[in-house]
């Protein structure tokens, strides 16, 4: 998270001031054995478990042209926010600031048969470093950004900058609530700390209204996540990550798992607006 500005409105400073709470302590994370907000790619590679019919999906399809649509997927993974719009969308460009999530995400949009375009960074950092550059980012007809606002504290030049580059529209998904909150319960036991509960959707929503956005806003269950987020054997080996604890503690962990399993998320929210040109 970056304080590159001075948020603009009081539904920005109060999410920015939200996701500044969930700062950990130092010395908590200097005994994680690895961040813990890293993520392994391949639990964002697109695979079989993905379902290109979801509401998500038809959500974005509908403001895409009949044919030759183009798509850019802010914080894209390996794919699976944007390749199921293949064979509408044509060409895909992928922003993420993981190189092993956009080789992921260049392999599938291969293998989907559309034209592709890799940029390797942070939102809206890259689209700031190409206009300097004088070598701006096209424009695409449609944004789509899943499972990435909380990840920004500076959400108000994160928004208009999304929305600038999309031609037709935009489609930005999250959960109810911040992800990591799934893992409260278990901070409190491991570690007697108190997380936040803040911000949520709303709060997102409320950001986007400050700023002139009416957006629609649908909740859709969840879409399945890949194989390997889902699978139960690396849920001792997630738990130990997001809370910082170290391998000799895996059968407490395990344990205390049986009785207290993570409140993953079960639906989403889907906000769709006007992009740019709209």
């Known amino acids: 998270m970056t304080d590159a500005h001075e948020p603009l409105t009081d539904a920005g400073r109060h999410w920015a001031e939200q996701l500044r709470a969930w700062a950990l302590p130092d010395e908590i994370v200097a005994q994680a054995a690895v961040p813990p907000w890293a993520h392994d790619p391949k639990t964002f590679a697109v695979d079989d478990t993905l379902r290109p019919d979801s509401p998500i999906f ?83 007809d449609i944004a789509v950004c899943h499972h990435v606002f909380y990840n920004v504290q500076d959400l108000e030049p994160f928004v208009v900058a999304l929305t600038a580059v999309a031609r037709l529209g935009v489609v930005a998904v999250l959960p109810k609530h911040h992800p990591q909150s799934a893992w409260n319960e278990g901070w409190q036991h491991f570690w007697n700390l108190k997380r936040p509960d803040g911000p949520t959707a709303d709060d997102a929503v409320a950001v986007l209204r400050a700023l002139g956005i009416q957006p629609e806003v649908v909740v859709v269950p969840r879409p399945p996540m890949s194989r390997f987020a889902d699978d139960p054997a690396e849920l001792v080996d997630s738990a130990r990550l997001r809370l910082c604890l170290h391998p000799d503690r895996n059968a407490e962990i395990e344990a205390w798992l049986r009785d207290h399993p993570p409140a993953f998320m079960t639906d989403v929210v889907v906000l769709r607006w006007p992009g740019g040109l709209s």
Do not use: Y
């Open 58 to 140: 038809e959500m974005a399809r509908e403001l895409l042209p009949a044919e030759g649509g183009s798509v850019i997927d802010i914080g894209c993974g390996g794919g699976r926010s944007s390749i199921p719009l293949a064979p509408r969308a044509t060409h895909i460009t992928g922003v993420d600031e993981n190189p092993a999530m956009l080789a992921k995400f260049a392999e599938a949009a291969a293998a989907a048969g559309c034209t592709h375009r890799e940029l390797q960074g942070r939102w809206p950092d890259v689209a700031i470093a190409a206009e300097q550059a004088s070598a701006p980012i096209e424009m695409h």
